[in-house]
């Protein structure tokens, strides 16, 4: 990219943020929370390109009066104190300039969300939930290791152990923006708990990631909800299992429906499930918004299709591959720990390299 087109680029993005600064202390703008919250989020990600730009402008102005020092200066003590700060900046424009690039790739705007993660026992049967418990333990580690905090909202226990279904919420630091790369079928190659004849079997588990929605991101109408009242179901004693304290909710429009069971109180059950309906129906437009992008660029990383078979664990070579970006480790007793960090970083790498060679930039 040539220097000046950065900087013009930059020019129009300080504009646009000095107009938010004023914006957001604006009385009219706070009372419309909506807004406001809108507002303060590219406020957050505008900081950070203008601090970028402050540190890369200073560089350029400090370059260029280097060199002229050493096109007009005879003092030797002068022309080499100028030199050597030459020498120090020329090969940090670059770096910076490619920083700046990536500042600029337009980021999934709900990638400061916290996320709805969904595990579903697949193709498989006992084994297929078998699995699931362990993907369910492995993110539960990962979240643990990131100090997120997790909360279950549903199990449905698989016969001979693992989960038919598992349904939590993580809260921290740019959930969704990590997590979003596990939605998709997860395959498992390894001899069953139950095979006797010690044969390798393929199973499959699902995986789906929702960025979790607060109130004001979607509006949800009551009158729309259905809500039913039932005694909870499983372990949990006394209070749990004799009083109506869980509660399922039906959007009548689209007849989604969730339930929650995991609280004593029946109000708590409420609000949890109305979070996850209210991000269930967002969801629903957000993969509309997704298949809009998908049908103009096929990007091989998150295409929120959870039906695409994304990553296979292959128990006696102790390997797991990654079909996305064809990328392979061989450190599987590790990973189903938690330790899956490293190739979150690699699917994050190639969907940046893949969005930034269609960015105009």
């Given amino acids: ?89 020329e090969p940090q424009i670059p770096v910076m300039e ?41 993110y539960l580690k990962y ?33 969704y923006g990590t997590l979003k790369y596990e939605s998709g079928v997860h395959r498992v190659q390894r001899v069953p708990q139950t095979e006797t004849q010690g044969r390798v079997h393929t199973s499959a588990s699902t995986v789906a990631v929702l960025p979790e929605m607060e109130e004001f991101d979607y509006d949800l109408k009551e009158s729309d909800v259905r809500v039913d009242t039932f005694c909870s179901s499983g372990a949990g004693g006394q209070s749990v299992n004799t009083t109506y304290s869980a509660i399922r909710l039906v959007h009548i429009p689209t007849g989604t429906t969730v339930q929650c069971q995991d609280e004593k109180s029946q109000h708590k059950n409420k609000a949890k499930a109305m979070n996850e309906l209210r991000s269930r129906l967002y969801a629903i437009e957000h993969q509309k918004y997704m298949d809009e992008i998908g049908s103009k660029r096929k990007t091989m990383v998150s295409t929120g299709d959870r039906s695409a078979k994304i990553r296979t664990y292959n128990y006696p070579q102790g390997r797991i591959t990654d079909h996305r970006i064809n990328f392979t ?16 970083d690699q699917l994050i790498l190639a969907e940046n390299s893949e969005r930034l060679k269609e960015s105009e930039l």
């Fill in 143 to 175: 979240c643990e290791s990131k100090g997120w905090k997790v909360e279950i909202t549903n199990i449905s226990e698989g016969t001979s152990g693992g989960f038919k279904e598992v349904i939590f919420t993580v809260s921290g630091e740019k959930v």
């Fill in 1 to 89: 990219m040539a220097e000046k087109t950065l900087l013009e680029k930059l020019d129009g993005l300080q504009h646009k943020f000095e107009e938010i600064s004023t914006l957001i202390t604006d009385p009219s703008v706070i009372g419309d929370m909506k807004r406001y919250v809108k507002l303060n989020k590219e406020y957050r990600e505008l900081e950070r390109i203008m601090e970028a730009q402050h540190y890369y402008r200073t560089a350029l102005t400090h370059l260029a009066e280097a060199k002229e020092i050493l096109d007009t200066e005879n003092d030797l003590d002068m022309r080499e104190m100028a030199k050597a700060e030459v020498d120090q900046l």
């Fill in 329 to 344: 480790i061989y450190n599987l007793s590790a990973f189903m720990c938690g330790d899956i960090q490293g190739v979150i």
């Fill in 98 to 138: 490619e920083n700046i690039k990536m500042l600029l790739i337009p980021t999934d705007p709900e990638d400061n969300k916290n996320a709805i993660v969904e595990i579903r026992g697949g193709t498989g049967g006992d084994e297929a939930a078998i699995f699931a418990g362990d993907l369910f333990r492995m």
